[in-house]
């Protein structure tokens, strides 16, 4: 009989950790049985192949004993083997649950710790809760060399606890190009939210003669739309894009990141990258773009330098893809991972 997986993360709306998720359940489904829980209906639930799905909006809360004890059935129910937690939130839950049902083994997956970069006052605290929960957990996958350091030097996780696989995605399956129009598209996909710094990345094209097209939704998208200028233009979010050959260049602006999947995306289709030089962006750069310090200085340096070499720096990104960031050569890493737990 095969194994159970469960899978759960906070939200099933269109993501990085969502996308992050979605293909694990592709490459688990011969090997296991895939379950998830999650909110409610969305993106994710949509596209993903499981043999059930869970729904409960309390995992969207701070924090409820109700959902708790309501997961905790759920897997004892479908005689859960192993749980993949894919957020904040997920992550605590599914922790906790090794105090009611120690038969289980539980994954924490950090697609960047939030502990770190989102506790400011209360960074200590959250770096204490975390290592109380790492106590309880089977193991933590790091998706970037740079989440492991942390891991280790910052929050002094216990390294036999650790795992480290670099965040990896099936190729997008590539169009044409639509239009034969000359002018320089420069591609952003992300939520118009913080941490990504949509801002400062309309203000960095306010004076060059290039187009931005955001695809990407969220609470700031109102207030940005209006103070764009007319080479700005926004697409809203939408379900499984894949149209990067309409577009030059790929930028992702941002405060802080795992090792964004956007980004990989962008790679595979032979796209040149600039990325924020925070969390694991670095690992993503090799020859095939440039970092950039979250001010409009550097990123209006970095479009022009980049407008220059499209076609070198993007087939340093197909070759950087290739050979460390496609998932159909990668997938025996984590399939091996789950089997070993």
């Known amino acids: 009989m095969m194994k159970r997986i469960l899978f759960i993360v906070t939200k099933s709306d269109v993501g990085g950790a969502q996308k992050w998720v979605k293909e694990q359940i592709d490459i688990c489904n011969q090997e296991f049985d895939c379950h998830l829980a999650t909110n409610k209906k969305g993106w994710l639930s949509k596209y993903s192949n499981t043999k059930k799905t869970y729904f409960n909006h309390l995992i969207q809360s701070r924090f409820s ?40 083994k539980v994954v924490y997956v950090s697609h960047g710790w939030s502990a770190i970069y989102n506790g400011k006052k209360m960074k200590h605290l959250f770096i204490l809760i975390e290592k109380f929960l790492s106590y309880l957990g089977d193991s933590i996958l790091c998706v970037s060399e740079y989440d492991y350091k942390n891991a280790t030097k910052v929050i002094h996780l216990n390294k036999n606890k650790l795992k480290k696989i670099s965040n990896s995605i099936f190729p997008i399956v590539k169009k ?24 400062l990345l309309v203000n960095a094209v306010k004076n060059i003669d290039v187009e931005l097209h955001i695809v990407g939704d969220g609470e700031l998208r109102e207030d940005l739309e209006r103070a764009a200028p007319d080479n700005v233009f926004f697409h809203g979010e939408i379900e499984c894009f894949s149209n990067f050959l309409d577009f030059d260049i790929f930028c992702l602006i941002s405060d802080s990141e795992g090792l964004p999947l956007s980004a990989i995306e962008a790679m595979s289709c032979g796209m040149p990258l600039i990325l924020s030089n925070v969390g694991g962006c670095s690992e993503l750069i090799s020859g095939n773009g440039i970092l950039v310090e979250n001010n409009t200085e550097d990123i209006e340096s970095a479009i022009s330098q980049s407008s220059d070499q499209i076609k070198t720096y993007g087939r340093r990104s197909k070759t950087l893809f290739k050979n460390r960031f496609n998932l159909e050569k990668n997938k025996h890493k984590y399939l091996s991972y789950y089997h070993k737990l």
């Open 65 to 104: 004993i109700k959902y708790l004890f309501l997961l905790n059935n759920y897997v004892r129910k479908n005689k859960i083997d192993i749980i993949v937690a894919s957020s904040a939130n997920a992550g605590i839950y599914s922790r906790l649950l090794k105090l009611l049902n120690n038969k289980i």
């Open 176 to 199: 044409n190009r639509s239009d034969s129009n000359n002018r320089i598209k420069i591609l952003s996909v992300a939520r118009i939210s913080p941490p990504k710094r949509m801002d």
